[in-house]
T-cell receptor
Framework: AQKVTQAQTEISVVEKEDVTLDCVYE???????LFWYKQPPSGELVFLIR??????QNEISGRYSWNFQKSTSSFNFTITASQVVDSAVYFC?????????????FGTGTKLQVIP | DVKVTQSSRYLVKRTGEKVFLECVQD?????MFWYRQDPGLGLRLIYF???????EKGDIPEGYSVSREKKERFSLILESASTNQTSMYLC??????????????FGSGTRLTVV
């Protein structure tokens, strides 16, 4: 069975602070994909990043960076110099690597509030 | 721009009513999904469909049914709405076999209140 744990339910930071959102996953598959989604107040989940299980290279995109470590089954997300527009609910998700419909397992989400 | 469109942003229904939530995608995706989102529980899969007229139960199908008569449209039906079905409902779609490459595309959600 697959499981994604986001232990942080809510986080509040002051604008310009750095913040890291934690994601720990469990799977028996050797091939899988990890995602982060952002859900702003408008409601739609927006894709942020994808990582496959064979690619542990960290990624940076502007103020966003992701740290994927298979040894600890973690895929953490860091926002540098946070802004009010970063306020949202963030979901980590896991998709198995094969199979027709590739069911997604979502974490319970972390609500980030950036205070001006 | 590819899209998943949910017909209603907000709905208020009475207990016992039959409720239809509609979802349309324009990406020719085979797979479509209905989730409900509740605080502290994340996204829970209600039903999904991997082809026209095909459906599979997700993790919490009780009290719901679905219909997929056309590839682009996936409807969620609450046969007799109850207050514990008050929630945010999210529709998503993905292409078969390649969801790992692209993930899911989500609609904006329908916030349903049952009174």
């Amino acid at each position: 069975a697959q499981k994604v744990t986001q232990a942080q339910t809510e986080i509040s930071v002051v604008e310009k602070e750095d913040v890291t959102l934690d994601c720990v996953y469990e799977t028996r598959d050797t091939t899988y994909y990890l995602f982060w989604y952002k859900q702003p107040p408008s409601g739609e989940l927006v894709f942020l990043i994808r990582r496959n299980s064979f690619d542990e290279q960290n990624e940076i995109s502007g103020r966003y960076s992701w740290n994927f470590q298979k040894s600890t089954s973690s895929f953490n997300f860091t926002i540098t110099a946070s802004q009010v527009v970063d306020s949202a609910v963030y979901f980590c998700a896991l998709i198995r690597g094969s199979g027709g419909y590739q069911k997604v397992t979502f974490g319970t989400g972390t609500k980030l509030q950036v205070i001006p | 721009d590819v899209k998943v469109t949910q017909s209603s942003r907000y709905l208020v229904k009475r207990t016992g009513e039959k409720v239809f939530l509609e979802c349309v995608q324009d990406m020719d995706h085979e797979n479509m999904f209905w989730y409900r989102q509740d605080p502290g529980l994340g996204l829970r899969l209600i039903y999904f469909s991997y082809d026209v007229k095909m459906k599979e139960k997700g993790d919490i199908p009780e009290g719901y049914s679905v219909s997929r008569e056309k590839k682009e449209r996936f409807s969620l039906i609450l046969e007799s709405a109850s207050t514990n079905q008050t929630s945010m409902y999210l529709c998503a779609s993905s292409p078969t076999g390649t969801a790992g490459n692209y993930g899911y595309t989500f609609g904006s959600g329908t916030r349903l209140t049952v009174v």
